[in-house]
């Protein structure tokens, strides 16, 4: 199946059952560490790359943190996370 995820670099995983929302999660049968594949979207960040062009686009414009933050509908935390990818 590939590298497990971003947080673990193990071969072996399996399925074990689905969140709330449907998504398959998968568990490591090394680290017994549990992660769907939305987990390793951009650098370990769940937002997509989608909204990281949105939120690096706002800043650009001169919008500031907590203003973008609203934009984006995000936690302020995760604006100045993209920011230093």
Same mark, same amino acid.
């Given at each position: 199946?590939?590298? =497990?995820? #971003?947080?673990?670099?193990?071969?072996?995983?399996?399925? %074990?059952?689905?969140?709330?929302?449907?998504?398959?999660?998968?568990? =490591? *049968? %090394? =680290?017994?560490?549990?992660?769907?594949?939305?987990?390793?979207?951009?650098?370990? #960040?769940?937002?997509?790359?989608?909204?990281?062009?949105?939120?690096?686009?706002?800043? #650009?414009?001169?919008?500031?943190?907590?203003?973008?933050?609203?934009?984006?509908?995000? =936690?302020?935390?995760?604006? *100045? %996370?993209?920011?230093?990818?």
């Amino acid at each position: 199946m590939g590298v =497990c995820s #971003m947080n673990c670099n193990h071969e072996r995983s399996k399925k %074990d059952g689905k969140t709330k929302a449907g998504t398959q999660r998968y568990k =490591c *049968l %090394d =680290c017994c560490k549990w992660f769907t594949e939305s987990t390793s979207t951009l650098n370990r #960040m769940r937002i997509g790359t989608e909204k990281a062009a949105q939120i690096v686009q706002c800043i #650009m414009e001169g919008v500031g943190v907590r203003g973008t933050a609203r934009l984006a509908g995000v =936690c302020a935390n995760t604006v *100045l %996370d993209t920011l230093l990818l």
